[in-house]
Every structure is written in C-alpha cells, then in structure tokens.
C-alpha cells in the first residue's frame, strides 16, 4: 500500500469521525463547537513577564541567554505562543493531535495568530512538517492545519512544501533537551523561489526547549530568510 494512499485513509478516518460525531467543547461539554470561543479564552495563558525573543517565563524584555549575543541565542528572530502546555491547552493539543479532533485546531491558531506582533510584519506562514511515518500514519500534519488557519488570520499565504526534513528523527518527547538539539541538527532543509518573502513565521503546535524550530529557523536563514519568527499554540514550560 503506497505511503499516499495510507495517508488518505488516515485523513478519511478523521473526516468521517468529524462529520458523524456531534462537536462537544472539550472544556464545558455543551454541543456547537469543538471548543468554544469563551472557553479558548479561558487556557491557561502564556503570559506574565517573558523574554521577547525566546519567550521563556520571568525574563522580563529579555533573558540572559538572548541578551548575551553569543551564539547560545536562538537562531529565530521571536517565539510566541498564546497558551502553557498544560490543564485544558495540553487536552485539546493531544486530542487534536493523536485523536483526529483537527477542529479544535481553529480557535487554537486563531488565539496563537492573535499574538504575532504586528511589527513582526510576517509575509509568509510556513507548518513544520512530520516525520513521513508519523504523517502516514496519522493522516494529516496537526501544525500544517494550524499554519494554515493562522496565514488566513493574517492575511499571507501558507507555504506547505518550502520547509521539508531531510531524513526520519525519533520523537523528541521522551529526549532530553540536549539530545533534543542534536536530534533535529541538518534534519531539515528549505528550498525558496527567487521571489520568495523574506520574512517568515514558522508554525508548530508545541515547543518545549525550542530545538525544532531553532533547526527549522537555521534552515531558513540557510536558504536566505531574512527574519525568521516562531509561532507555538502551547510552550511546555
């Protein structure tokens, strides 16, 4: 069976699942809506004094790390994200993610979109892309729907195929951060048109130490990004 056609059963699996099965909000449970607009706003917020570039918690405008202009600072120009990783944010990101339940993706990017700064002046909206198993197997790339319903919001268009991994990585969860870095290094490479924007926002669903898209802004400067930004719906903290 072709790694296509495994990937449109998956993708089948999900569609059909959302069409029969009535949308309860996975926070109140009342039926309409996957989660409602009310109960997104009420996630547990990534907010309080965080580090502008990095956006680690209690740094103020920034932390030690970024204000050190060594080669310790992130290889992406900001990070935002607009929920913790953790209660009711955590719930709908793994439901999404490994139960097909995409369309609490919607309000998700849509409260993430909601907190790129508008000087970031974004001109192009790019999704990490999957290990190719785990998108066989899953049907669809959860940061892919989220890149997509976040370009809408700020009006740009969504560059699926410009950002591609370069070879299978185990998953980051159970790794440490260090082994995090060194897991991701060279696995991704960016192939730009000559007219392609030079200032892009690369999306992921979850960020923990940032080591993906840390490997997925190199890649872009690599390619010729001018500025690269990050966008996160949770930050594991």
């Avoid at 996957?34 to 004094?49: I, K, N, R, V």
Wanted: aromatic share 6%; charged share 25%; proline share 7%.
């Amino acid at each position: 069976m072709s790694d296509e056609f495994t990937g449109l059963l998956g993708r089948l699996r999900v569609e059909a699942a959302e069409f029969v099965l009535p949308q309860r909000c996975l926070v109140c449970g009342r039926f309409g809506a996957a989660l409602h607009p009310e109960c997104a706003a009420s996630l547990p917020a990534a907010d309080g004094p965080r580090c502008h570039r990095c956006w680690r918690p209690g740094a103020g405008t920034w932390c030690e790390r970024c204000a050190s202009g060594g080669p310790a600072v992130p290889a992406f120009d900001g990070l935002r994200t607009p929920f913790t990783f953790t209660g009711d944010a955590r719930r709908a990101i793994l439901e999404a993610k490994f139960r097909g339940v995409t369309a609490l993706l919607v309000p998700l990017a849509r409260a993430a979109a909601d907190v790129v700064p508008g000087e970031w002046a974004i001109e192009a909206v790019v999704p990490v892309p999957l290990a190719r198993g785990r998108r066989r197997s899953r049907g669809y790339n959860q940061a892919e729907v989220a890149a997509a319903e976040v370009a809408g919001c700020l009006g740009v268009p969504v560059q699926k195929r410009w950002l591609r991994r370069t070879r299978e990585t185990p998953p980051q969860a159970s790794l440490t951060a260090d082994a995090r870095s060194r897991n991701l290094r060279g696995a991704f490479e960016v192939r730009l048109p000559d007219s392609a924007p030079r200032r892009v926002l690369v999306v992921d669903d979850v960020t923990t130490t940032g080591a993906t898209l840390e490997e997925a802004a190199r890649a872009f400067r690599a390619a010729g990004a001018r500025q690269v930004y990050a966008l996160a719906i949770a930050r594991e903290d």
